[in-house]
């Protein structure tokens, strides 16, 4: 009976978390359009972000989902990083990025672009990438490079999909790896925990109010590393942490 009861309440949380969702969304969309009215892009990015981060902090407080971050200090100032995140529900995604300091893009799939409006706000904050057509994976690779150049960090899922294993973390792409081998930019790696709770992602439109967590770790340097045996290091790294909060 309690878990009868538990997902009808989760059902009209959903909607709940939909209509609050929208409305605030319909709110912050024109402040944060005006981020075109910027000449400098990075300066233009953290207002971006800035506005992004207000919106989350609202709807998270709306839906009942108190956040806490920590490990914030491993950003250094004046640095950037490529940012890797650990993958368990779509509410990973408002999340990851409006949390990381400072001026930043994310890696994002192509379709959400052409979601009415939302697409709009969408494309300010991704780099877009369709993982179907080889052609779009190699652009996107560049266009992420071209956002490290700019001073600005990149956040990348290299799980690339949502865990539905029963493994605490999929196998990683060796996309984020090789970029920073490339580029030799630090990775910090970042686990988002709670989301898997409050919408699980064998459950449709469910939402429980939920504690959640991010947890910037310290940063990995690419030096004596080959992409190949940094995915390794970061994985192992972020499977620790992730098995120490259970």
């Not at 978390?17 to 319909?26: A, E």
């Not at 459950?203 to 940063?219: D, E, I, Q, R, V």
Request: proline share 4%; aromatic share 12%.
């Amino acid at each position: 009976m309690k878990t009868i009861l538990k997902n009808i309440f989760a059902r009209f949380w959903a909607v709940w978390g939909l209509v609050t969702f929208v409305t605030t969304f319909l709110i912050i969309i024109i402040p944060a359009l005006c981020y075109h009215l910027f000449k400098n892009k990075i300066r233009g990015q953290k207002y971006f972000i800035l506005i992004s981060n207000i919106w989350m902090r609202v709807w998270l407080c709306l839906i009942g989902c108190r956040l806490i971050i920590s490990g914030k200090n491993n950003f250094i100032e004046n640095k950037n990083y490529i940012v890797v995140f650990n993958h368990n529900a779509l509410l990973d995604i408002p999340l990851s990025a409006p949390f990381v300091p400072g001026a930043h893009k994310t890696i994002g799939k192509a379709s959400f672009s052409k979601v009415p409006l939302f697409g709009l706000f969408y494309k300010i904050g991704a780099i877009l990438i369709d993982r179907s057509d080889e052609k779009s994976r190699a652009k996107s690779y560049e266009a992420m490079k071209m956002v490290l150049s700019k001073g600005m960090h990149m956040c990348i899922y290299p799980e690339g999909t949502r865990n539905r294993s029963n493994q605490v973390l999929k196998t990683f792409f060796d996309g984020a790896f090789k970029l920073s081998f490339e580029t030799q930019k630090e990775i910090i790696p970042c686990i988002i925990t709670g989301t898997k709770i409050a919408m699980p992602i064998d459950k449709a439109f469910f939402l429980l109010p939920t504690k959640l967590s991010m947890t910037f770790l310290p940063a990995v340097s690419p030096e004596g590393f080959t992409a190949k045996t940094m995915n390794v290091h970061v994985h192992d790294l972020m499977t620790k942490a992730l098995l120490d909060r259970k």
